[in-house]
């Protein structure tokens, strides 16, 4: 087993120099009422520095969504192509994948605390621009896909620092109640984004959402602000190369847990995620339902499954065997995502993707932990930053899988094919190598 000890940073060290609500002395865990074991575990919330920073990011992830539907929204608008907003996609992708890496080797040379600011802000003064160039009728699509690159790129240099500072604000028992916590509101944000997007337009306009998330991100500043100095530890590295990069993923494939955790992940994305075949399944095997409501609920399905799963994730986060958690996370993962293949109901195929999207919520949880747990200080933002670009490589592999696989032998097969290949493969992985399986905390 491989973990750092270390204490939680102390949001009051007047070293900061920064106006931070005094820590509070956490009193030790009371057994709870019947009633509330079943309920979100809030532990991580009464530790002020972490409440601020997931509080931050519950505006944010709504804000963010504003975003990510007004670009291809308005790159359609613009070309009338859906081709077009293909290309957007992939001109995010690739500054996102690069950033993501070095990002994770930047978190682990300089203050984290200082790097979020850094990238936040460079997030915000994006948004902005996007706002702008709406606001003026430019209708540049180069200008939209350059916008989106520089976005992405800002957001790959954030997200491994933002991870990671988590193991610095709470204790190494609180971890999986803090990544529930925070993937909870991500996934409430992809589900209530896109709606309030669609509600708004009508109403503001386009121009507006790219202001709004702007705004949006002004809270985001606010909470990194008051956030204490987060230092990387005496053993980090001062440099931020192409050396340490290496050495982050030579690090990966010392460390079998690492490593498991990570292909876990991508054998249940590559092989599990079939969002790329929901179009198809609504306008021919659930288009008795009306094909609009069929493809909005197939999109919504998992992610509405993984908000139920964060809500109740205090039967869970208590749990102290995370390798199988992970391990059985992902099996029942590629066991909802077969019942779905072979389902010609909607409303059961439904039922099927938002037992996924619990299963999925359970199994970042549980990564996250492990990453955190398993990596030392001075590891854990390359950890992150490779992470990031499994979660964000993972399902667009899996899109052109699914496309390809249901060319040949139809969506439903291939769907049903895929999660049967997830269940399969991670059982074999579980077996060869038993790193994964004996882990715990």
Known sequence: MYRATRTPVDPSDSSTGKDS????????DEPRPAGRRWAMDTRPLRRPAYRRLWSSTAVTAVGSQLTAVAVPKQIYDITGSSAWVGYASLAGLVPLVVFALWGGAIAD?????????ITNTGIAV?????????????????????????????????????????????????????????????????????????????????????????????????????????P???????????????????YIALHKVLLLSFLADIVAMVFGM??????????????????????????????????????????FSRARRHGWMVIGAVVAWGLSITGFGLSTSLWVAVAFLAVAGVADLVS???????????????????????????????PRLADLLHGTTASALGPRTAVAGGGLLVVAVTLALTAAMPALRRYRV
């Open 109 to 117: 040379s300089m203050d984290r605390r200082k790097l979020l600011l």
């Open 126 to 230: 994006t948004s902005l621009l996007f706002w702008i160039q709406a606001l003026v009728g430019l209708d540049s699509v180069t200008t939209l896909m350059l916008l989106l690159a520089l976005q992405q790129a800002f957001f790959g240099l954030n997200s491994p620092a933002r991870s990671a500072v988590v193991a610095q604000l709470v204790p190494e028992e609180e971890f999986a109640a803090a990544n529930a916590l925070g993937t909870t509101v991500m996934q409430t944000g992809l589900v209530a984004g896109p709606l309030l997007a669609g509600a708004l337009i009508p109403v503001v306009g386009l121009a507006e959402l790219y202001l709004l998330d702007a705004l949006a991100l002004c809270v985001t500043l606010w909470s990194v602000v008051r956030l204490p100095a987060l």
């Open 364 to 394: 970042s949880v549980f990564r996250v932990a492990i990453l955190l747990s398993a990596a030392t200080d001075e590891m854990r933002g390359r950890m992150q930053g490779v992470f990031t670009v499994v979660v964000v490589g993972g």
């Open 274 to 315: 079939p969002r790329a075949l929901f179009p198809q399944l609504a306008a021919q095997t659930y288009a008795p339902y009306g094909e609009g409501l069929a493809l909005g609920l197939l999109f919504a399905a998992i992610p509405v499954g993984a908000v139920l799963g964060g809500l109740f994730s205090g039967t």
């Open 232 to 250: 990387p530890g005496p053993a980090a590295s001062r440099k931020a190369g192409a050396q340490e990069i290496v050495a982050g993923f030579r």
């Open 21 to 28: 609500d005094p820590q509070p002395t956490v009193p030790p």
